[in-house]
């Protein structure tokens, strides 16, 4: 009789009657063939794999990390309610130890999401990691988390909303940037100047295989991990780093991704993207389950899976050295980094500018950080977005000072009606989240 | 007239029901060891000095290969495993005769390796040298692709007496279970067999040659030709007879529970506007999870017999029967000697009840009579509170569209209906306890053998459909044809009801007795390249569980009778 050795639970929500658009990769199929394979072996009836149910999230677990612009019910469907919610359940569950590891095998994702959400990019429209990790926080006092993405694309969503957070760190390996969307993600990318050093990015060059990627689990993140001493390993777990993913470039595989589960060992994984619905998400997804359950995953094979045809070149493998050393290099000097960055600076300008490909929208951003020795400094950022829309958002950090406290009130009171169709703040000290206008806003 | 009758732990129950309601009931004491005496002894009794012509027919609903299972008595059987890339099928190991090789099918049908004839070969020869005479064959994936069992299965069909087909016994995804569900089919066979085809040689003996029904696991029957290609849906027919002797008295639109309080068990199960709740993959039994359609019961080791006993000030209630209650001649108090302690039962020796129940009010400072309260109260508690664990777990159940989340159907019973010895005993009481509409069933005692009796045939499709390989599949029925592009789930569902009435026809069904409905329908835009090249569509049918037409003017007979009797 098979046994978990470890307790794993998992939600599983396909959402089959849900899809961007019917051709759209991001599409009712995407996991009709994965449930089939995950039925066919058998997994729900392993003693020690518990299937729950997901609950929904609620709009003040939005609020806790986004600014929907103009609300949060214009930019989300139900199905992102469920499937963030999907996240919490299994957090839930591990943080009251129902279960010692989960799997939110849930759709649509949400690591491109980023702070302020005007509608959808890279198929995501609210951040579900975060949203886990900030209900986590709130409900259970969780502190430090560390978020392991290993989807294909850069996390440019999960990297924007804990930039300025030192007690998240955020490592993302994927596809350079320079060969796939979002196009970010480089190894320079190290967060803003009262956190530099909790972002770590590591752009794997196309064609990358299962020894690239288990090199840098184990070369980079582990160390880094082990230093960091996170209460909560979250692994973003994307699947489209799979040889037949049809949107990318890689050449890892099932066994690879299993693999990687088995030495990361993350307490929770939440499902990112992945689109070879038929010849990857199955074996992958298989292999992921029993990799987090402790049993042996050896014979998981998709396939035309073939593991010397599939190996890296020996250029590939020493780019990926060279950038591993130079990631772990910024990780040991990140003190030194900050106290660079900040230099006697008062405040910190960023002006950004971001595309939203999956709704078509255009967003730029001055975001003004306050650099506080105290605490991570209070954030105010004013975006403004070719709907017509813009919000002065203002942050306050969860471990705000009095006076960062203070100053996002200050900005949050004094800001200009007149300028900006929406002024909101988020304050983490007390877990609220207000809007002092709104106004004209285009839905 | 029909006869049915249900082999219980204690007593079989035989009945006879007919335009007069209940025309006869017969007890008699089961003989696990000695089943088809029991069985005959029952059929005996029930139709002495009734003219055989005036039976049409008997729905059995007996213990025999559920005891096997339990009591690991199966005969040995052959099993021939193909799983291909995944858990490795040796974890699925049902016994020595247990032989994995090599083929394999992936999720979508498609041949991933051939079947090595000469592997297959060998392991038969190896079987037919040890003298096995009955062969599962299971490849994974196979619902969507039999052709490796098929194959297997001519190879093996020359050198033994019988083969079965995994994907011939469900069409249900799970490899797992298809094993074991093949592997309980193929052991169970050669006592299934000889046990019916010894029960009617019986009865023709008598001069009665009816056609024989057998009770299956959801609470449908099938003849008994349909029984020997699946003998493994017989099992659990026993919590199936008491739900269906509830179902004509449920509300029709109201959910309720079905309890049968036994001597060492209750047993329970969810109706949802009269129709019983079938669980959703299949039952399980013993160290086996199976496909095998069935109802959704629950059981709880409490019944009017169980054993009551004190530790300390804690009072536990079963899960065992040491034997009957104190008040007749048992050895250690039960929940019926409470009863008699509370005057509520006569007939039986109160005194020794009394005496059963002295040490426990002793050891809980309460008199006699208050001890025998807590008894009565706590037996009925603990037999609600694991109600609502199964309300809870089936209210848990994961859905899968955004539709169902939302809606989020929940199961929320108003009603309680008791069967079973100690039926109106525990009435009051659980009604107090649980605020639920409760009442005994008419003829409680009897009802689960006129579940038995009057329950229709039931059967189950399962068709899947591509329309980019243009093939359609109903893998359990043998059914394969060739789709066009232009293929739907209108088409689908035609061809399904098609083959369902077809399927519950061949099983013995009157074709007044089709009640049919949908249980899953499903279909998929398939986009491969950013093109749509095809639909996928699943579909699930069913003949539900129920009973057969004609049973209302039975029941209002026996309502009548009852009524009369009080
Ligand atoms: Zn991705
Ligand atoms: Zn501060």
Redesign the pocket.
């Known amino acids: 009789m098979l046994k978990a050795k470890h307790k794993t639970g998992l939600v599983f929500f396909p959402a089959y009657d849900w899809a961007i658009s019917a051709t759209h990769p991001e599409r009712e199929e995407r996991l009709l063939y994965t449930q089939d394979q995950v039925l066919e072996e058998g997994l729900l009836d392993i003693e020690g794999i518990i299937e729950f149910k997901p609950d929904l999230i609620e709009v003040k677990d939005v609020q806790r990390v986004h600014f929907c612009v103009p609300d949060e019910l214009s930019v989300m469907t139900k199905s992102h309610f469920i499937s963030a919610g999907g996240a919490k359940t299994i957090a839930r569950a591990v943080l009251e130890k129902n279960i010692e590891r989960g799997f939110a095998l849930v759709r649509p994702p949400g690591h491109h999401a980023m702070r302020v959400v005007h509608g959808g990019r890279g198929f995501c429209n609210v951040n579900n990691e975060a949203i886990m990790i900030e209900y986590m926080r709130k409900e259970y006092g969780v502190d430090r988390v560390a978020i392991v993405d290993t989807d294909c694309h850069h996390g440019d969503g999960s990297q924007d909303i804990y930039w300025h957070d030192p007690d998240t760190l955020y490592i993302s390996l994927h596809q350079d940037g320079r060969t796939l969307y979002p196009g970010s993600g480089f190894p320079d990318e190290l967060g803003g100047p009262t956190a530099a050093g909790a972002t770590l990015n590591i752009p794997l060059p196309p064609y990358t295989s299962e020894e690239g990627f288990l090199f840098v689990i184990k070369e980079v993140i582990l160390p880094v991990l082990e230093e960091f001493k996170p209460e909560i390993v979250v692994n973003s777990a994307g699947q489209d780093n799979h040889f037949t993913d049809p949107i990318t470039n890689m050449n890892f595989s099932a066994q690879g991704y299993a693999d990687l589960t088995r030495i990361l060992k993350p307490d929770i994984a939440v499902l990112e993207g992945g689109y070879s619905i038929e010849g990857a998400l199955p074996y992958v997804n298989v292999g992921v389950i029993l990799a987090m359950a402790g049993i042996d995953y050896t014979k998981v094979k998709e396939p035309g899976y073939d593991h010397e045809k599939l190996r890296q070149s020996l250029q590939i493998t020493r780019v990926i050295e060279q950038t591993c050393k130079v990631v772990l290099e910024n990780w040991r000097n990140r003190e030194e980094i900050r106290r660079r960055m900040q230099a006697d600076k008062k405040f910190d300008e960023r002006r950004r500018s971001i595309f939203y490909d999956t709704d078509g929208l255009h967003e730029t951003q001055n975001e003004t950080l306050?650099i506080?020795h105290?605490?991570s400094?209070a954030l105010k950022i004013v975006s403004r977005c070719d709907t017509g829309n813009s919000i002065l958002a203002v942050h306050i950090p969860r471990k705000?000072?009095k006076?960062?406290r203070e100053l996002g009130y200050s900005w949050y009171e004094s800001a200009d009606p007149k300028s900006n169709n929406m002024i909101a703040l988020q304050d983490r000290t007390t877990d609220t989240y207000q809007v002092r206008q709104k106004k004209d806003l285009k839905r | 007239m029909i006869i049915g009758l249900d082999v219980g732990g204690t007593h079989t129950d035989v009945v006879l029901v007919g335009e007069n309601g209940l025309e006869r009931q017969v007890k008699v004491l089961t003989d696990t060891s000695a089943l088809f005496q029991t069985v005959l002894t029952g059929l005996e009794k029930i139709t002495e000095n009734i003219p055989p012509g005036r039976i049409t027919h008997a729905a059995l609903s007996t213990t025999l290969s559920t005891n096997a299972i339990v009591q690991n008595k199966l005969p040995p059987a052959g099993m021939i495993v193909s799983g291909g890339p995944g858990i490795d099928p040796e974890a699925f190991r049902t016994g020595p005769y247990y032989f994995p090789v090599s083929g394999s099918i992936d999720h979508s049908g498609k041949e991933i390796q051939p079947v090595d004839a000469g592997e297959i070969e060998a392991i038969a020869a190896k079987l037919q040298s040890d003298g096995i005479r009955h062969v599962g064959v299971v490849s994974k994936f196979s619902t969507r692709n039999p052709a490796h069992e098929v194959r297997i299965g001519e190879i093996l069909a020359p050198h033994f007496d019988r083969v079965f087909l995994g994907h011939r016994i469900s069409g249900h995804l799970s490899f797992p279970r298809r094993i074991d569900t093949t592997f309980l089919n193929t052991s169970i066979y050669p006592l299934h067999k000889k046990f019916f085809e010894a029960v009617k040689e019986s009865l023709k003996q008598k001069g009665i040659t009816i056609p024989i029904y057998i009770l299956k696991a959801d609470g449908g029957t099938m003849d008994f030709d349909t029984s020997i290609d699946f003998p493994g849906q017989s099992i659990l027919s026993g919590p199936s007879a008491s739900v269906m002797g509830s179902v004509a008295f449920a509300p029709e639109n109201a959910e309720t529970i079905a309890m049968d309080i036994g001597g060492t068990t209750t047993d329970m199960a969810v109706l949802i506007n009269g129709t019983p709740l079938l669980s959703p993959l299949g039952v399980e039994l013993g160290r086996y999870k199976t496909l095998i359609r069935g109802l959704n019961s629950y059981s709880i080791g409490i019944g009017g017999d169980s054993a009551v006993r004190i530790n300390g000030r804690v009072l536990t209630i079963g899960p065992d029967r040491e034997g009957p209650a104190m008040a007749f001649g048992g050895p250690v108090p039960t929940p019926t000697d409470a009863l008699f302690v509370l005057n509520r039962m006569q007939n039986g020796d109160r005194q020794r009840a009394v005496q059963g129940i002295e040490p426990i009010a002793k050891a809980l400072g309460l008199s006699v009579e208050e001890a025998a309260n807590t008894i009565f109260d706590q037996a009925c508690r603990e037999i609600l509170a694991s109600a609502r664990e199964m309300i809870n777990q089936i209210n848990r159940k994961p859905v899968y569209t955004i539709k169902e989340l939302l809606e989020g159907y929940q199961v929320k019973p108003s009603h309680i209906l008791v069967l079973g010895g100690p039926a109106p005993y525990f009435t009051r009481r659980l009604e107090e306890l649980s605020g639920y509409a409760t009442e005994k069933v008419p003829a409680w005692s009897v009802a689960n053998a006129i579940g038995t009796a009057l329950s229709r045939t039931t059967c189950e499709v399962l068709l899947f459909a591509d329309t980019q390989r243009g093939i359609l599949l109903a893998p359990a029925e043998s059914h394969q044809e060739s789709i066009r592009s232009d293929f739907t789930k209108k088409d689908a569902l035609r061809i399904g009801f098609g083959l369902l009435k077809k399927k519950a026809v061949d099983s013995g069904a009157s074709p007044n007795d089709l009640e049919m409905d949908v249980l899953e329908e499903l279909e998929f835009n398939m986009v491969r390249g950013f093109r749509l090249t095809g639909k996928n569509i699943r579909v699930r049918l069913q003949v539900k569980p129920g009973l057969i037409c004609g049973y209302k003017k039975i029941i209002s007979q026996i309502c009548d009778q009852s009524v009369n009797e009080v």
């Open positions: 306050k506080c105290e605490c400094g705000a000072c006076t960062c």
